[in-house]
């Protein structure tokens, strides 16, 4: 397929914010797709060169890009460092830039989907010295045969920010469109669809399903096109990462049973990160749950996990929590988030900061998708497959109870021993992949805190200088939108030793800058914080509508995507809340 095609395509996406219509067009754009290029489809629709699962990233900067337009089309550097200021996107500098050049030079032939694709993954995993000058000479050479809207995607493409907002919803209901058995009649002139419901939602719910379980849109696709029976044999893989399940809020016990239903299994919510654990072919995988892979940062789990659960394959859902070894007590998340981001002498730091793996659930075993198996009887395998030994492996702990007062007292017995409070799950409930369905809630003792994404900062001055300081925060809408909610310094340390410092913030952000005005830099919305704040403030200043009093750093959320930060409907809920107190 020409580039072109899809040029068109996202042309059309980008004018609309109608989910209907986005849906139309990418149906439209697989219906007409041959089979061997629907993987590659489904991937650049939406800027990506690999599905969900791989956490593969292309990681560009915008430095580099600027030297291939440069490159390409003979405009100075300079030129193109003051027209980007102007504009504020790289891509669409690349679109007015080359579509200069064009009136001098005819384009040579075109550029195809195929061609675009592979230059992109070489990109990928080109290392090693001379590879900044390949890489700026492979997108010079992607530019110099494009035309100028093509330009304009290839480089957002190139630098992971596509801006085109498709949802998972649109892309699962795209594939339900264009290959499941089922009419859907479109009304361009109302934006809306005519279908017979229950149908539809059949046929979505199995597309749905085969997502879930794959996490990979290229295969659900190329699968639905050939017959809903193929979609059906889609199962899990152990190696490749799915979503995990979320857990909706709750603020008593009453409402827990209300939301979960009568009796509940009620554990400790411990106070750790998430670890979703593979075994497959005598390796094992860990993942967080933004799917990163750290299987190399936690040696002593790979051993437990190893030793102490039997089972040719499987895929187990856990809390990994850090304790004191000296004295035996648990320790907050904060203690232990180091682990996740460290990368060299390992060894030591596992044994500075021991972790206990805490097992609660078991998605597949020995061959067998357990995905729809009720609660109950995968927690029953799961205690009957691992051999539990205190501050090594453990399950979760659990009572099964609809009685209030027993509920209450396994709540503060969570607590006093240091938890964050306790989960509610629904007993005979199927595990659902990537949602916050309320099959589980959460039920904590803590002051809430927010999740929020850097989308900004500024250079420091003095002292500082060398260091990014004032973070602008933000939540994110139900469109994907990142809303700016206030700004934060207090909290993050001068020196590492204390914590969370200015000299690793700014490592972590400096390669998602994405522009730069003097001080003020714009960033690329990657890196998530836990802030605390004394209250929320509705407020003009800031796009979201709200501001925080007083925020400030408690840590920085690496087991967090941007889109999993806290939603403008949390807020909002926040603030309504405090209204009521
Ligand atoms: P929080 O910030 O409250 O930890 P979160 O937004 O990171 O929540 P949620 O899904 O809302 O994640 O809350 C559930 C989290 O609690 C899980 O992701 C998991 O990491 C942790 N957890 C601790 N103990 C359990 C347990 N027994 N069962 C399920 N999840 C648990």
Redesign the pocket.
Known sequence: MKYSSLVDIYEKIEATSKRLEKTYYISELLKKTVEKDIPTIMLLIRGRLFPDWNKSKIGVASKLVLKAINTSSGAGISTIETMWKEIGDLGLVAEKVISNKSQSTLFSQDLSVEKMFSNLRKLVTMEGSGSVDRKTQLIAELLSSAKPKEAKYIVRTVLEDLRVGIGDGTMRDAITWAFLPVKVDFDFEKISIEVDREEYNNSANIVQSAYDKSNDFSRVAIAAKKGVSELEKISLIPGNPIK?M??Q?VLSIDEGFERVGEPAMI????D???MQIHKFSEQIKILT?RLEDITKQFPEVVAYVKNHVEGKSFIIDC?AVGFDSKTEKYLVFQHISQRIRRKYDIENLAKKLPVEL?V?DVLFYNGENLLDTPLVKRRALLEKIVREEKFKIIV?KKIVTSNKSDALKFYEDSVSKGN?GV?LKSLNSPYKPGS?VGF?V?L?SSMDTL?LVIVGAEWGEGKRSGWLTSFTLACIDDNGNFLEIGKVGTGVKEKAEEGLSFGELTEMLKPHIKQEKGREVVIKPEIVLEIKFEEIQASPTYSSGYALRFPRVIQARDD?MPEECSTLEMVQKEFEGQKKQ
């Not at 554990?267 to 411990?270: D, Q, S």
């Open positions: 995990v979320l857990a809020k554990e400790y919510k411990y750790g990160f998430r749950r809390e805490n609660f979760s964050e989960m916050r589980m959460k904590k999740d967090r």
